[in-house]
C-alpha cells in the first residue's frame, strides 16, 4: 500500500496534541497515543473502557529509541534479529530515568515494547519524538479491528483520526514473550512457539492466564464478538451459526468458514472479521468446528476460548 505522507503529518499534528488516533499494524489497528503523556495515556483508557491494571504495549521505531526507557539483554538482541520488525512483544524492564507514564505500566517497573512491521506506521514512528502507546483499537474485551471500518462501527466520532493502512496483513495479535529473566511466553501470537524454541534451542514456558496480570492480551474475557460461542461443536442450534475452519462442500445460511481449503494463516487472518459479520447477521450465538491445534491454529483456539467465557 502506498504510503500517505499528509495523512501521516496529520496523524501527527493530532499525536503531538496529546490526542488519541487509530494506526494500522500488521496484527491489528492499534489506539495511540503519546508514552510519555499522562493525559494521552489517560484518553486511550477511557476510550476503551480499559480496567486500569491492564497495562499497555507501548511501540518503537528501532532498539536505538528504546534504549533510553528499558534494560536490554541478550535474549531482546537474539529475538529482535530474528523477528522484528514483526509481530512480537516483549516484557522488559524499565529504566528508573524512563519517561514512560506510569498509567502504561500500572506503576509497575516493566513494560510491554514491540517494533511493528506496517510500513505506514514505521514512517509516523520515524517523525514523532515519543514512543506510541498503542493497544488494540477496540473496546475492552471486545473483537480487535482490522480495518478501519471496524474501527468506526466501535467508536463512531470518538477518535478523531484513523491513519489509514488497509486490512492488516496477519489479523490478530502479537506474540508476547517476557525475557526479564528466563524466556517465557505470555501470549500466543502468529510466531509459532516452536520456531522461539528452535532459536533459544530449550523449551520455552507457556503462562497464558497467571494468577496475576503482568503483560496485555491475558484477561480471561477477551476478543468477544458479544455473544455467545461453544467450542468442538459438531452441530449447530437453532438461530446458531456454524463456523469451520474449511469450507463444506455441502453449505447452509448459516455457516460460515475461515479458508477456503483450512490453510491456518487465512484462517487467523479472516477470524475477527468473520466473527464481526455473524454478529452483523444477528446470529444469537455461534458453535465453532473443531479446530487442528497446530502451528497458528493454536492461537486461534486460544482466541475463541476466550472469546468463548463471555
Do not use: W
Not at 123 to 130: A, D, Y
Not at 146 to 159: A, L, M, N, P, T
Amino acid at each position: 500500500m502506498k504510503i500517505n505522507l499528509t495523512h501521516i503529518k496529520k496523524a501527527k499534528k493530532y499525536l503531538d496534541k496529546n490526542e488519541c488516533i487509530a494506526i494500522p499494524t500488521e496484527t491489528v489497528y492499534g489506539l495511540a497515543g503519546n508514552a510519555y503523556s499522562d493525559k494521552a495515556c489517560k484518553k486511550i483508557f477511557k476510550l476503551k473502557k480499559r480496567p486500569k491494571y491492564n497495562p499497555l504495549i507501548v511501540h518503537y521505531y528501532n532498539y536505538e529509541n528504546l534504549m533510553n526507557d528499558c534494560t536490554l539483554n541478550k535474549n531482546f538482541f537474539k529475538l529482535y534479529k530474528k523477528f522484528c520488525p514483526g509481530p512480537i512483544t516483549f516484557i522488559l524492564n524499565l529504566k528508573k530515568r524512563s519517561k514512560i507514564s506510569k498509567i502504561v505500566t500500572n506503576q509497575k517497573m516493566s513494560i510491554a515494547v514491540r517494533f511493528p512491521k506496517h510500513s505506514t506506521t514505521r514512517n509516523l514512528l520515524k517523525r514523532i519524538e515519543f514512543p506510541l502507546a498503542a493497544p488494540s483499537a477496540n473496546i475492552s474485551s471486545r473483537l480487535s479491528p482490522v480495518c478501519s471500518k471496524d474501527i468506526r462501527e466501535d467508536f463512531g466520532k470518538k477518535i478523531k483520526f484513523i491513519l489509514e493502512g488497509g486490512r492488516s496483513s496477519i489479523g490478530i495479535e502479537s506474540t508476547i514473550i517476557d525475557i526479564r529473566k528466563e524466556p517465557k511466553i505470555l501470549r500466543l501470537g502468529s510466531i509459532d512457539v516452536k520456531t522461539i524454541q528452535k532459536l533459544f534451542n530449550k523449551k520455552i514456558i507457556f503462562n497464558n492466564i497467571p494468577k496475576k496480570i503482568s503483560a496485555p492480551g491475558q484477561s480471561k474475557i477477551h476478543y468477544s464478538p458479544g455473544i455467545p460461542i461453544r467450542l468442538k461443536a459438531k452441530k449447530a442450534k437453532n438461530e446458531e451459526a456454524f463456523l469451520f475452519i474449511k469450507k463444506k462442500k455441502k453449505t447452509e445460511s448459516n455457516y460460515y468458514f475461515l479458508s477456503k481449503k483450512g490453510n491456518l494463516n487465512e484462517a487467523a487472518k479472516n477470524l475477527y472479521s468473520t466473527l464481526r459479520k455473524i454478529k452483523k447477521n444477528k446470529y444469537k450465538s455461534i458453535a465453532v468446528a473443531k479446530i487442528p491445534n497446530k502451528g497458528i491454529g493454536k492461537t486461534i483456539n486460544d482466541r475463541l476460548m476466550r472469546a468463548s467465557k463471555f
